[in-house]
DNA sequence: CCAAGGGGTGAATCGTGATTCACTTCTTTG
DNA sequence: CAAAGAAGTGAATCACGATTCACCCCTTGG
């Protein structure tokens, strides 16, 4: 024999490949899906396309992979941001990560939109299909907490965490998405919903009444 | 001169050209979008492709028309469902709303995925924002007069609405969801969300809660 | 230094559908 | 019937990206 990776060549190895990953990241934040084709993922990284090849089968592979790990780490906000109140009321809970998440999302609105509703390929859909049954699992925890605490009223936690997911995402809709008029992602601003803390505001008391407690203030 | 279109070969033109939409519809009621190229439509139809381009400037355009139409059923179903209890309560119209759209969203999975979720080109996703508006709307609507009328606590109505679309579609998109796991669009049962009356039961104790009414009757 | 294995490269290839267009067929009117 | 103006046809073309692969350049261990 004569040649073996060694832990160098290796290391190197690991860091093109994340900067593979990075750069695909970056450009779907920059610009959704369609914004980042192999060739500029490629080309961002610094790489040639044949080497995106080396290190992911297929561009589904690769993104599958890049949707993963973005989508994790906003999962692990959320339930972050709900841990934050860990003591308290199943509500204060809920409205918690449903500020953490939202928040996070109105900072990166191309990620979020593309993480939340951007169509994308099959293989990268059911990542996000995944997902998206981790937040309503965060959500249905809680949930359930608050009906075994009898805080809550009796209800299904999954439905409801789902219809939670759901609604959030829809609320957002609007304020994330690249006013997806067909023409290109234009960063003008939304003439729509307006004020962002009103938005979370209102998202809020609508998620308290939604698992069956009556808000503590309400907006108008 | 010696052509003018008449009566009878413009109404021959308005009838192929409902073949046409008819027949794509068909083909993503079937398998959704991917299953209908334009050479599929023409086929289905009983035309050539090219004749489908003379009746519509592109495959997006024929597409757009298609989501619009079969959307707009979708969206006057509900309303009606919801105008079905009238006088009632705005949390029954609500409910009799719901559980309209979940019923025929239930009855015609692929088409419900189809114009909910599936990922579409750009000139089509702006018909669905439409229609998500439309579906809002019809809620808001309802929410609306529930504030006015002191039914219902204080609340953006509009928020309300897009909050409860969100939530409809994403409880929906379990059983809608064609197991979307990369695979093909396949027609196997699902194995979660399980009965569909528990489904709906569900969702209207959530979207009864949800705009601050207490639900009469409670789900587990 | 040499041979053995990778890793990297990027131009060329492929696949998939949308779109075109030169030509044929049908209608209408003089 | 002839001319004029659609409407219909479908094979050929195009566009666009993903994917491949023949070739070059490192690193390693003898």
Same mark, same amino acid.
């Given at each position: 024999?004569?040649?073996?990776?060694? !832990?160098?060549?290796?290391?190197?190895?690991?860091?093109?490949?994340?900067?593979?990953?990075?750069?695909?990241?970056?450009?779907?934040?920059?610009?959704?899906?369609?914004?980042?084709?192999?060739?500029?993922?490629?080309?961002?990284?610094?790489?040639?396309?044949?080497?995106?090849?080396?290190?992911?089968?297929?561009?589904? !592979?690769?993104?599958?992979?890049?949707?993963?790990?973005?989508?994790?780490?906003?999962?692990?906000?959320?339930?972050?941001?709900?841990?934050?109140?860990?003591?308290?009321?199943?509500?204060?809970?809920?409205?918690?990560?449903?500020? #953490?998440?939202?928040?996070?999302?109105?900072?990166?609105?191309?990620?979020?939109?593309?993480?939340?509703?951007?169509?994308?390929?099959?293989?990268?859909?059911?990542?996000?299909?995944?997902?998206?049954?981790?937040?309503?699992?965060?959500?249905?925890?809680?949930?359930?907490?608050?009906?075994?605490?009898? !805080?809550?009223?009796?209800?299904?936690?999954?439905? #409801?965490?789902?219809?939670?997911?759901?609604?959030?995402?829809?609320?957002?809709?609007?304020?994330?998405?690249?006013?997806?008029?067909?023409?290109?992602?234009?960063?003008?601003?939304?003439?729509?919903?307006?004020?962002?803390?009103?938005?979370?505001?209102?998202?809020?008391?609508?998620?308290?009444?939604?698992?069956?407690?009556?808000?503590?203030?309400?907006?108008?």
């Amino acid at each position: 024999m004569a040649y073996r990776s060694t !832990e160098r060549t290796e290391a190197r190895r690991v860091a093109v490949r994340s900067r593979i990953v990075a750069a695909a990241l970056e450009l779907i934040a920059e610009g959704g899906y369609v914004n980042a084709p192999v060739a500029a993922v490629a080309d961002r990284a610094g790489v040639a396309v044949g080497t995106v090849y080396r290190h992911f089968p297929s561009k589904s !592979e690769l993104f599958a992979e890049v949707f993963r790990e973005a989508s994790q780490r906003e999962v692990d906000a959320m339930r972050a941001g709900a841990a934050a109140s860990a003591g308290d009321s199943a509500a204060s809970r809920i409205a918690a990560g449903t500020e #953490t998440f939202a928040r996070r999302a109105l900072a990166g609105r191309r990620l979020a939109w593309a993480l939340l509703a951007e169509p994308v390929d099959p293989a990268v859909e059911a990542e996000r299909l995944h997902f998206r049954h981790s937040y309503r699992d965060v959500i249905a925890e809680i949930v359930a907490d608050g009906v075994d605490s009898g !805080e809550l009223p009796d209800q299904d936690p999954e439905a #409801t965490g789902a219809a939670l997911v759901g609604a959030i995402g829809e609320a957002m809709l609007g304020p994330l998405s690249p006013t997806y008029d067909g023409s290109f992602l234009s960063e003008r601003p939304r003439t729509d919903g307006g004020d962002p803390e009103a938005l979370i505001a209102s998202l809020i008391t609508f998620c308290t009444r939604a698992i069956g407690e009556e808000p503590s203030h309400v907006d108008g």
